[in-house]
């Protein structure tokens, strides 16, 4: 391989080609997709009653969907991320979310959504956090960054041997 061109090698990702890597990318993005709008719908019903936690909870929202993105684009990096703030958004859910539902007795302020609406999310919040915790868990374990270097004719020979499996439209990045 000493004698080819930078220009016929490709760098060829096998782990993302598989099934089950695809679908760990699909549900760990739609987890933390909805983490990001869970979190935006009860800080939008709750704004008045959150007393300075807004900050935090605009933090939570950028941070699920900035993560969301690179995980769309394969980088398993912020996996580890994702289940660092899915663990410390669970413990913060599990801890408030009985206090929504005091809050739905007389007396009480009520927030732009019903207490107990923003209590039931807040509940539910609980399990979508913990999926992404094991999403985004298994996603990390499926190595989506090992590469092979190859020839575009190696790599051709390869997907033609296999019946053109692989991703569909996938292009092997070139090295360089």
Not at 81 to 88: G, P, Q, W
Not at 125 to 144: C, D, T
Not at 151 to 174: A, F, I, K, V
Request: hydrophobic letters at 50%; proline letters at 5%; aromatic letters at 10%.
């Amino acid at each position: 391989m000493a004698d080819q061109s930078s220009d016929d090698l490709v760098i060829y990702h096998p782990n993302r080609e598989k099934g089950g890597s695809k679908a760990t990318k699909a549900g760990t993005i739609l987890l933390l997709l909805a983490s990001a709008a869970l979190v935006a719908i009860i800080t939008i019903g709750g704004w008045a009653s959150l007393e300075g936690a807004q900050v935090i909870s605009i933090f939570f929202i950028l941070v699920f969907l900035l993560v969301a993105f690179f995980v769309g684009r394969w980088n398993r990096g912020v996996l580890p991320l994702a289940a660092a703030f899915a663990i410390v958004l669970l413990v913060f859910a599990a801890i408030a979310a009985p206090g929504w539902f005091d809050r739905d007795a007389t007396g009480f302020d009520n927030p732009g959504l019903p207490p107990g609406l923003i209590g039931l999310l807040t509940l539910i919040l609980i399990p979508v956090e913990f999926l992404l915790i094991v999403f985004a868990m298994r996603g990390f374990s499926q190595k989506w960054n090992v590469e092979i270097e190859m020839t575009r004719e190696e790599y051709d020979r390869r997907h033609r041997d296999q019946g053109g499996g692989g991703q569909q439209g996938y292009q092997p990045q070139p090295q360089g």
